[in-house]
């Protein structure tokens, strides 16, 4: 049976959330962050960009993203207020999408400038396909790709300074072993971004192909040796998405969808490519929830959604399957429609979902 939060809606069976007297973790650092200096954070940040601003015009730290809110918003704060000079990194998602594409073109016609790495879709979609199969993983061969390629820019344009968006563990609900800590390492991408699963796991050539030059991460020895200090602007800042749609739509070009996307009751995230689309498919498969409950569970702690309404949010759209991209999973996985739906019925989490009428009902 399927318990949720008793404040939001993430379920117990997150990985790698924790409840206190029913209230996950999610919750309880977001009534934490309430009492932070976040004016001392800022201070903390201003002495970073010190460190590593450059004044020869070269750039001066690499921040990851694609065009979306909030890459484009810790951008945007990087350069205009903190007098950065920042080289934005963009890995292009499988399946990418029209209106991806074009937040990505006016991201760059604002003033940033992008490098954008598109990896060998033949050979990673053969990795796509074996993470199906095996994690229920339709995208880890993005996530591994997104996790590396700005490390490995960093290191060729001798960049040392990277910032990503939020810390995602503790912000959603997951280890909150970084929730102070200002940088973080090679090891909370192997074993949090990543899930300890190896490229190797999943990968039908050496590792060493230079096919997967941008998916493999360097070693610790290059890391540290490159001294890269990677941060998460949610460390300095509270992390506020709103915040950072209306900046990116005034500055940065951002447009949103026409109308909400599959499984969402909003129309801003998540809105350059289909493949996360079957990920959160799979999640509420798996372990009970989708984008609904994720979102909602953010708008919630954040006092922008009741519980109620976000609970009938989750009922409605949690369950939806993205009938749309179906031809294009099938011709991307390179498989046939049933064996497709074999593979996802296989995740299906049967401690948490009944059958009633031939019908599978989520128990809670």
């Known amino acids: 049976m399927l318990v949720r939060c008793k404040k939001c809606l993430t379920p117990s069976t997150r990985p790698r959330v924790r409840f206190i007297d029913g209230v996950c973790n999610a919750c309880i650092n977001w009534e934490y962050k309430k009492n932070i200096n976040w004016s001392k954070r800022k201070k903390e940040l201003h002495e970073l960009c010190d460190k590593f601003r450059r004044n020869n015009g070269s750039y ?26 920042p080289l934005c990194v963009c890995v292009q998602p499988p399946l990418d999408t029209d209106l991806g594409k074009k937040n990505l073109d006016n991201f760059a016609n604002a003033g940033f400038n992008v490098i954008e790495i598109k990896p060998n879709r033949k050979h990673t979609s053969k990795i796509a396909r074996n993470a199906l199969i095996k994690y229920g993983n339709p995208q880890l061969d993005w996530l591994f790709a997104i996790h590396s390629v700005p490390i490995r820019i960093s290191i060729l344009f001798n960049i040392p300074f990277i910032m990503w968006g939020e810390e995602a563990e503790s912000e959603y609900g997951g280890s909150d072993d970084y929730k102070n800590k200002t940088g973080f390492n090679l090891e909370q991408i192997n074993n949090y971004y990543r899930s300890g699963i190896q490229l190797e796991d999943v990968c039908e050539t050496d590792i060493n192909d230079s096919n997967n030059y941008w998916l493999s991460l360097p070693s610790k020895k290059e890391f540290i040796e490159n001294k890269i200090f990677a941060a998460h602007w949610s460390y300095f800042e509270l992390w506020d998405e709103y915040m950072h749609l209306e900046i990116a739509e005034k500055f940065c070009g951002l447009e949103k969808a026409p109308e909400n996307t599959s499984g969402a009751y909003n129309n801003f995230s998540h809105l350059d490519q289909t493949v996360y689309l079957l990920h959160m498919y799979l999640a509420y498969l798996k372990f009970g929830f989708g984008r609904a409950t994720t979102d909602a569970s953010i708008d919630i702690r954040s006092g922008k959604l009741s519980r109620e309404q976000g609970l009938k949010y989750a009922k409605q759209f949690d369950h939806i399957f993205p009938h749309e991209s179906l031809n294009n999973y099938l011709n991307y996985f390179d498989m046939k429609e049933a064996d497709f739906f074999d593979v996802l019925e296989k995740f299906r989490n049967n401690e948490i979902f009944i059958k009633n009428n031939n019908e599978w009902i989520l128990n809670e």
């Open 60 to 85: 001066d730290v690499v921040v990851p993203g694609g065009g979306g809110k909030d890459s484009s918003y810790v951008a945007w704060k990087l350069k205009n207020e903190f007098n950065m000079n």
